[in-house]
């Protein structure tokens, strides 16, 4: 195993790694390449924005739609489901895994975020960070502007409102708002 591959395991653990590695670095920059090409695609290119989004993501459902402009950091680490919606300015920062469920609905301007770093400003100068995955379960509608925090479990059948910032686990059946976002109702499933 290369230094760089036991640096990319630590990331995918969890664990503090060196972020600025240059092989880190690389692969960002191929990632924004990819996604360079993605969304100066006309929006009628349907086919090859589906090439370039097999290609670049670690899984996806046959059927999605994801809207230019798409962003995130290294691609392969993200999973979506079936029946997958993403409108415009979606941002995934992809350190850690993230996992999204069939039929997953994300308004405009949504960001999922799993890459954390220290608190401390001379051990945040230094390039390192971890990571800690997400995990977005079936039927969950994300309203605009709304940001998911590192390591949050978002279950089955959730809305979350606009605006909403993610910071803590989300049970099924529920509708979440707020900074940081509460339960505000629950949803009986008929």
């Known amino acids: ?9 630590k990331m995918l653990n969890g664990e503090i790694y060196k972020a600025t590695d240059s092989e880190f670095l690389g ?3 191929v990632t924004r390449d ?11 290119e349907i086919a090859r924005q589906k090439e370039i989004i097999r290609g670049l993501l670690g899984s996806c459902g046959k059927n999605f739609t994801i809207n230019q402009p ?4 290294y691609g392969c680490n993200i999973h979506i489901g079936e029946d997958f919606f993403a409108n415009f300015n979606l941002t995934i920062l992809d350190e850690a895994k993230v996992e999204i469920g069939d039929h997953a609905f994300i308004g405009p301007n949504v960001s999922i975020f799993t890459a954390c770093h220290p608190l401390d400003a001379a ?4 390039g ?10 079936d039927n969950v509608w994300i309203g605009g502007c709304a940001t998911i925090l590192p390591g949050v479990k978002i279950g089955d059948n959730v809305v979350i409102g606009a605006g909403s910032v993610v910071t803590k686990d989300v049970p099924s059946d529920v509708v979440v708002a707020g900074n940081p976002a ?5 949803i009986q499933q008929k």
């Open 128 to 137: 390192v960070e971890w990571a800690e995955p997400v995990s977005i379960g």
């Open 70 to 73: 798409f962003r995130c950091d």
């Open 123 to 126: 051990q945040r100068n230094t």
């Open 34 to 44: 990819t996604l360079w090409e993605f969304n100066h695609l006309r929006p009628s």
């Open 1 to 9: 195993m290369t230094e760089f591959e036991k640096e990319w395991a």
């Open 27 to 29: 692969l960002l920059a």
């Open 182 to 186: 509460r339960i505000v109702k629950y």
